[in-house]
Every structure is written in structure tokens, then in C-alpha cells.
């Protein structure tokens, strides 16, 4: 059993974005984890839902008595209220919401917030202040930006799929939302300088609109593949856990059955590790100086690392890259992680009370700051509109007899 991580308090110090106002409207993961950062680190985030359908995000992935694991953590921070904005009254009462707000997140397919009647200009006009952050599968113009925009599609026209997977075999999708996550934590960055040009000195005063595709971000990850195309003629195949820039780098089977990674993308950790292994010959050789000259080698290369650390446990082959200073690295699974000292020294996975699950274990905040850290003050709400009336009436001073009224008709939960 793993020792028992940090629990983080509910009461934690303030943000960096403390008093920052967000409104999430957004579905399923790459929305919704941006809005995530923002509330990670003291902005104060709504979350938005259908009132009877709520968030498909709720029933994705892994359940307990119920609760979705995953929605606990993505809407992390948030606050629930259930609200239709295509109907013209729920669409007013956005509205209100969106006068007074810093921020606001959608993923809807290009058009849909000016079918509702809150479109850029509609909001602009209302909260000059205020920016849109508006993420689609494929932005806001072009002949795709009315295609349904998923990850999965991302994943496989960025070139992501097309180089990963063993050399012999298929193009290789993720097992989770990798184009969604990365584009998630860009729209967040993106989010903070779209505020950086309103606020900062002799700034515009004024907020805009922030256009992110779930396929840009995730090209940019993939690496240099059109300048390769266009300057070379060549493209990057499959090549297993191997680059294709250095060598050795792979995964290796220890004798005790661990799976290790080794990486050597710096010439010295090359050396230092052909040493280790009993073969520094090969350092003297012409080609071994750069490292696309040893990508050129990798058979070599990877069989005396791969035969040197089969005869050898993993905590042999751990102590031995340590003392020779050249990285090794476990191939962990979720459990591994949560039990790793390192992790647990920086609280990389913490622990929060949640009302529905008790204790809860999931990935704290992405970064440390010295003075305004982030932190979870609570997990995703399990009821669709469990915060309305602290929202609408309390916050915003609509009416409870209102609310009472849009309630009835389905409009508000």
C-alpha cells in the first residue's frame, strides 16, 4: 500500500487570479480543463450546463457509486448552475452573466452562440472587457470549421498518429485525450495574454477573441514534420519507442520484468552510458559525436544497452545510471506514480475531501509559485445546478421567484 499523499486544505491561500471572473460553457475536456487552470489558480469559474442533459463529461470514463472520477477532477474549482442558453430567456440571463464577467469559454461549433443571440458581438457590446476564448476542432474560419471537432481527429491530421506505433504495425492513437488536454492547457495560456494585452500598462482596455483549435496545438507538440516535408522531401516513419534524432532511446526489459526508458539526447549522457554499459569503444567512433550519427547505429547502439540491462535487476540498473549521472526512468503505471517519492515530496498528487467520495485522490495544480500557489478548494459538484440559486440569486440578484419561473419551464435546474 502507498503512503498516504499531502491532503490539500479547502481553505488555501489565494491565487494569482484571484477576482478573476470566468464563465465555462464549454463540453467535455479541452474547454473545460482550460477553465480548470484558471480556477486551479483563484479565478472564480461558473460552470454552465444544459439544465436536464448537463455535461457529457460526467459520464466519461471511470465511475464510482455514480460520480464520474474524472468529472470530479476537470471541474475541480467550479461552481454548477444549469442553464439553456438557446432558449431566448436562458440566453438573457447569460447575458447577465457575461456583463460582469473577465472571461468566457466555449467549445460549440462556429455560429452556435449567434444562433443563441450572444455571439462576440452581441457579448462585446454588452462587456467590452470581456474575452472569448472560443475552442473548436479546427478554428473559427476555413472550409473544416463546421466539421465536429474531436481529439481523436486532431490526434490523427496532426501527424501524431502517423509517426507512433511500432515500425511493422498501424498508426497509433492515444488511449486518452491527448489533443484535447494539450489544447486545453494553450487555450489557458492563451487566455492570460489575450487579459495580459487588456491589463497591462497602456494596454488596450479591452477585451478579444481567442481562436484555438484542437489540431494546432497538438502540430506544434509532433515537432518539425512540415519543415522536414518541405525542406527535405522526407517523412518521419514509425519507429517504435526509438527517435529518430538520437540513439540510444528506447525501452528496455530488466531481468527482473521492469520496463525502463533511457534517453540520451545530450553527446556526454551518450558516453556516460556506453561506458556504464561496458562498451565505451563506441564513443571513439567518427559517427558517435552527433547524434544523428548514432541514430544511424541505433542496432548497435540499443542491443549492448538492451543486453546489459537484462542482466540486471531494476533497482541494479536504477543505482547504476544514478551513480554514472545518466537518466533512467521507470515505466509507471498509475499506481507506481501515486507511490513515487518524488511525487509525493511535491505533492504532484494530492488528496481533497469530496462530499459525494470522501477522500479523493487526483493530480494537483500543473505548477508551484513561490508566493500565490494554486490550489483545489473543491471537486466537481456531482448535481447539474447545485450551485444556481448561489449564482443567480445571491451573485447576480435575479429574482428567486424568477428563477423559480425558468425552473419550471426547463430553463434553469
Not at 83 to 99: C, I, K, Q, W, Y
Not at 161 to 182: E, F, K, R, Y
Not at 370 to 375: A, K, M, V
Request: charged share 20%; net charge negative; glycine share 12%.
Amino acid at each position: 500500500m502507498a503512503s498516504t499523499p499531502h491532503t490539500t486544505p479547502v481553505t488555501a491561500p489565494a491565487g494569482p487570479l484571484a477576482g478573476l471572473r470566468v464563465i465555462d460553457l464549454s463540453t467535455v475536456l479541452a474547454g473545460p480543463l482550460c477553465a480548470q487552470v484558471l480556477g486551479d489558480y483563484g479565478a472564480e469559474v461558473v460552470k454552465v450546463e444544459h439544465p436536464a442533459r448537463g455535461d457529457s463529461f460526467r459520464t466519461h470514463g471511470a465511475q464510482k457509486d455514480g460520480h464520474g472520477l474524472w468529472w470530479k477532477s476537470v471541474s475541480r474549482n467550479k461552481r454548477c448552475i444549469g442553464l439553456d442558453l438557446g432558449d431566448p430567456d436562458g440566453a438573457e440571463v447569460f447575458r447577465l452573466l457575461a456583463a460582469g464577467a473577465d472571461v468566457v469559454i466555449e467549445n460549440f461549433r462556429p455560429g452556435t452562440l449567434e444562433r443563441w443571440g450572444v455571439g462576440w458581438d452581441v457579448l462585446h457590446g454588452l462587456n467590452p472587457r470581456l474575452v472569448l476564448v472560443r475552442v473548436t476542432g479546427f478554428g473559427q474560419d476555413g472550409p473544416y470549421r463546421n466539421r465536429p471537432g474531436f481529439g481523436t481527429l486532431a490526434e490523427a491530421m496532426s501527424g501524431f498518429a502517423a509517426i507512433t506505433g511500432q515500425a511493422d504495425g498501424p498508426p497509433t492513437l492515444p488511449s486518452m485525450g491527448l489533443a484535447d488536454s494539450i489544447a486545453g492547457i494553450t487555450a489557458s495560456s492563451a487566455t492570460m495574454m489575450a487579459l495580459w494585452h487588456r491589463d497591462r500598462p497602456g494596454g488596450s482596455g479591452e477585451g478579444q477573441v481567442v481562436d484555438v483549435s484542437l489540431l494546432e496545438p497538438i502540430m506544434c507538440a509532433v515537432g518539425p514534420g512540415p519543415t522536414v516535408w518541405d525542406q527535405l522531401g522526407t517523412l518521419q516513419a514509425r519507429n517504435g519507442n526509438r527517435s529518430t534524432s538520437n540513439a540510444p532511446r528506447n525501452t528496455y526489459l530488466t531481468s527482473d520484468g521492469r520496463w525502463l526508458a533511457v534517453s540520451t539526447s545530450a553527446t556526454p549522457i551518450a558516453e556516460r552510458v556506453m561506458r556504464l554499459v561496458g562498451h565505451p569503444e563506441v564513443a571513439d567512433e567518427p559517427w558517435f559525436a552527433s547524434a544523428a550519427g548514432r541514430a544511424e547505429h541505433v542496432e548497435r547502439l540499443d542491443g549492448h544497452v538492451a543486453e546489459w540491462i537484462a542482466a540486471r535487476t531494476e533497482a541494479e540498473v536504477t543505482a547504476a545510471f544514478e551513480a554514472a549521472d545518466a537518466a533512467v526512468a521507470p515505466i509507471y503505471t498509475a499506481a507506481d506514480l501515486v507511490a513515487d517519492p518524488q511525487v509525493q515530496a511535491l505533492d504532484m498528487v494530492t488528496t481533497v475531501n469530496d462530499p459525494d467520495l470522501g477522500p479523493l485522490l487526483m493530480q494537483n495544480v500543473l505548477f508551484r509559485l513561490s508566493d500565490t500557489p494554486g490550489s483545489i478548494r473543491s471537486t466537481g459538484p456531482s448535481t447539474i445546478g447545485a450551485d444556481t440559486d448561489e449564482v443567480l440569486v445571491n451573485d447576480l440578484g435575479l429574482d428567486p421567484g424568477r428563477l423559480e419561473e425558468l425552473r419550471a419551464r426547463g430553463i434553469c435546474a
